[in-house]
């Protein structure tokens, strides 16, 4: 299988979320290209990849742009094929349960919209 997995990063966390999928799913035997969505793929790397996983951060409640940007120029490629997405919310960690669980229900609005 050829995966490719893009992503967008602030600092630095969701790089190596993104670098250690691709480790366990190269060990699985998967192909993985790795792009960071600052120099976005182009439609050819989309269009060759059997899925498309792409990974990104939340700050101050909105998505990276780069990534954001990425998928908006390729929708037309990236809306037909198999596809999964991660989100990092650093958040998420906070001891306090109800602002955590307020962080994340913030979190699922903003990813249904």
């Known amino acids: 299988m050829r995966i490719l997995l893009c992503y967008a990063t ?13 480790d366990h799913l190269r060990a699985d035997g ?3 290209r790795l792009v960071n969505a ?4 182009d439609a050819t790397a989309l269009a060759q990849a059997d899925l498309l996983v792409f990974g990104t951060s939340m700050h101050a409640g909105g998505l990276e742009a780069e990534l954001v940007n990425c998928i908006n120029a390729q929708r037309d490629i990236i809306q037909h094929k198999p596809r999964a997405f991660f989100l990092v919310l ?3 960690a906070t001891r306090d ?3 955590r669980e307020k962080w994340l229900a913030d979190a699922r609005a903003k990813m249904d919209s």
């Open 38 to 41: 600052a120099e976005p793929p």
């Open 30 to 32: 998967a192909e993985v």
């Open 10 to 22: 602030r600092e630095g966390q969701t790089a190596k979320i993104a670098e250690r999928l691709t």
């Open 90 to 92: 650093l958040s998420a």
């Open 97 to 99: 349960a109800a602002l």
